[in-house]
């Protein structure tokens, strides 16, 4: 079975512009999750959708935002980028067959903001 | 939030040695992961285990949720083990997971 993907891997983006980011889950996989990880903050959590939905949403300024489609494959977005995006973005997915579920993690997008 | 704090930060070995990480937790959990970072940034699965012991080549883990606190447990070390571990919580009010700093491991040959 494939594991989780992110295209593209590597990014390079100027001050003020957007980007896409995305990511497929683990067939089967319903619930996707989103993960930043810079040197000064460790990874934190961005978002997480399930059933096209978001149902959770980590301490994070409105530019950055999510989707997911039908398929389960997910998106994020991040708009007027800053210097301090540049980051490790991570996705996860998860069965979320019902709490506490297993996750695995994608191989990641490497986004530098200059 | 729940905190997840991970000890030592840092740990340098001799190949061949064994060694022992720490995670200690704050609250309540559904899930406790320990992940192996590689050197392009993946997360590498090592062990789901929010209670109990697991066992895997080299690699073990025990977590004991009463006490808030896993150990994971790599013997004779290889320098292909060097990188940082991280330990993950999902606390059971949310499906987020919460991570450590990470310890970075040194293995030297």
Redesign the interface.
Known sequence: KAGVTQTPRYLIKTRGQQVTLSCSPISGHR?V?W?Q?TPGQ????LF?Y?SETQ??K?NFPGRFSGRQFSNSRSEMNVSTLELGDSA?Y?C?SSL?VG??????????T?LTVT | GIQVEQSPPDLILQEGANSTLRCNFSDS???L?W?HQNP????I?LF?I?SGTKQNGRLSATTVATERYSLLYISSSQTTDSGVY?C?V?E?S??????G??TQLTVNP
């Not at chain 1, 460790?42 to 959590?45: A, D, E, K, R, S």
């Not at chain 1, 709490?99 to 990641?108: A, I, L, R, S, T």
């Open positions: 619930s999750s993960y990880q460790g990874l934190q959590f997480e399930f149902r959770n980590g490790l991570l996860a979320e709490w506490g579920d297993e996750q695995y993690f994608g191989p990641g490497r | 959990v559904n899930n992961q992940f392009w940034g993946q997360l699965n789901y929010p991280f993950a999902e059971t949310g499906s987020r997971l919460t991570f700093e990470g």
